[in-house]
């Protein structure tokens, strides 16, 4: 089993609907989450970070987390085709920045005009 | 955000030459950095953690005598890839944290001939 799971996609949604994007870890030692885009080679860009569980609103984005169910997801409305990248979930234990992230694969999202 | 770079952004070199890439924090000051390797269509993966003023940690199967960290200061870590390979072709990106968030450089696309 791998420790961060995301569906590859590729995950086509119509521009101006709400992309979902979910990932699932498997240590339940994880306390920070974050998302990340990643345009077609460039470097990682954080989105979102959350902490905690329940919902973390940031413009048209939404993250959520349910660590019972060791879920984490990303919601992005008013999807645009900018948006239009691999978004990445990773996770890490701890807090502190000495440790590293462990990501997933990521899901290829594409909104189309 | 915090911003990382990395320089040189793209490298072309000879087999059995040598490669410095270089990552600076340039607004903030980092104890610990992260190397990542990333191959195309694959997520990033872990290469080692970079501690100032110590002796870098590799992850399991990364050469550390391929491989040389140097982190000599709190705003620059160097990476080296000695006796370059075509094997060693890939898209270099470091990262580093500030508060609990991780940041990353642009990234050095590297192709060894």
């Known amino acids: 089993q791998k420790e961060v799971e995301q569906n590859s996609g590729p995950l086509s949604v119509p521009e101006g609907a709400i992309a979902s994007l979910n990932c699932t870890y498997s240590d339940r030692g994880s306390q920070s989450f974050f998302w990340y885009r990643q345009y077609s080679g460039k470097s990682p860009e954080l989105i979102m970070s959350i902490y905690s569980n329940g919902d973390k609103e940031d413009g048209r984005f939404t993250a959520q987390l349910n660590k019972a169910s060791q879920y984490v997801s990303l919601l992005i409305r008013d999807s645009q085709p900018s948006d239009s990248a691999t978004y990445l979930c990773a996770v890490k234990r701890g807090d502190t920045g000495r440790r590293a992230l462990t990501f997933g694969s990521g899901t290829r999202l594409q909104v189309q005009p | 955000g915090a911003v990382v770079s990395q320089h040189p952004s793209r490298v072309i070199c000879k087999s059995g030459t040598s490669v410095k890439i270089e990552c600076r924090s340039l607004d903030f000051q980092a104890t610990t950095m992260f190397w990542y390797r990333q191959f195309p269509k694959k997520s990033l993966m872990l290469m080692a953690t970079?501690?100032?003023?110590?002796?870098?940690?590799?992850e399991q199967g990364v050469e550390k005598d391929k491989f040389l960290i140097n982190h000599a200061s709190l705003t620059l870590s160097t990476l080296t890839v000695t006796s370059a390979h075509p094997e060693d072709s890939s898209f270099y990106i470091c990262?580093?944290?500030?508060?609990?968030?991780?940041?990353f450089g642009p990234g050095t696309r590297l192709t060894v001939l």
């Open positions: 990262s580093a944290t500030l508060a609990g968030s991780q940041f």
């Open positions: 970079s501690n100032e003023g110590s002796k870098a940690t590799y």
